[in-house]
């Protein structure tokens, strides 16, 4: 997998990390030595999901009219991060998990038009997102697997404006060529570890949804090595 990588010191404010090369999921952390291997889909360690991955508005708890982002079967993606009692935060940090899920959902599925992933991101946000799943969709792949998000810490900068910064740990995530169903099983490795540090901005057009609006990728991130 390719990422722009940038120093820790980098505002989010001022800088956003964009590949036009991105996979979601293309190594899980194996680098190019010969230990990556191809999988059949049914003998590939995949777990499943029995969300349907049918693209059905649900109205959330907060009266919001949100499209779905449930994940096709064979791709698992788990948030390790409590809540914290602010109520701001923990907005932030529930939207973070949908936009996460939705770019990973429009991959998965091989749809550039899945409305999901619009509705949670805007400007560059939006823009990273799209590149992606464009990646995945012209490389023939799909994410599968599990992918496993944690370390969040969010903060307030303004009124309306938040940063969140958090872990993504690939290990278990492949990459499965989506007209064979084979999946690329790779090794654990630094390249693993990745960490995002995100703007989020709330949309009042939204209904107030907390949508990503920048985001920083440090790749090889050995602060989040678990």
Not at 65 to 82: E, H, I
Not at 126 to 151: C, E, F, K, M
Not at 165 to 176: I, P
């Amino acid at each position: 997998m390719t990422r722009s990588s940038l120093p820790n010191s980098v505002p989010i404010a001022v800088v956003f990390a964009l590949s036009g090369s991105l996979l979601l999921a293309a190594c899980g952390g194996g680098g190019s030595g010969g230990t990556d291997k191809i999988q059949s889909s049914d003998t590939a360690a995949a777990p499943s999901t029995t969300a349907s991955a049918t693209p059905t508005a649900t109205t959330s708890s907060d009266g919001v009219k949100r499209p779905s982002t449930a994940l096709p079967a064979g791709l698992s993606v788990t948030f390790d991060w409590p809540k914290t009692g602010d109520a701001t935060k923990d907005a932030v940090l529930n939207d973070a998990e949908q936009y996460v899920l939705s770019y990973n959902r429009a991959a998965a599925l091989s749809d550039l038009n899945d409305p999901a992933y619009g509705f949670y991101s805007r400007d560059q946000g939006l823009t990273y997102a799209r590149a992606q799943i464009q990646a995945n969709i012209d490389g023939g792949w799909a994410p599968t697997g599990v992918d496993h998000y944690y370390q969040a810490k969010a903060a307030i900068v303004r009124t309306g404006a938040v940063t969140l910064s958090y872990c993504e740990d690939q290990s278990k995530a492949y990459s499965k060529n989506v007209k064979t169903g084979k999946v690329n099983i790779t090794t654990s490795s630094i390249n693993s570890f990745i960490q995002y540090n995100v703007l989020f901005v709330k949309d009042d057009g939204s209904n107030g949804v907390w949508q990503a609006s920048q985001v920083v990728v440090i790749e090889k991130a050995a602060q989040c090595e678990e």
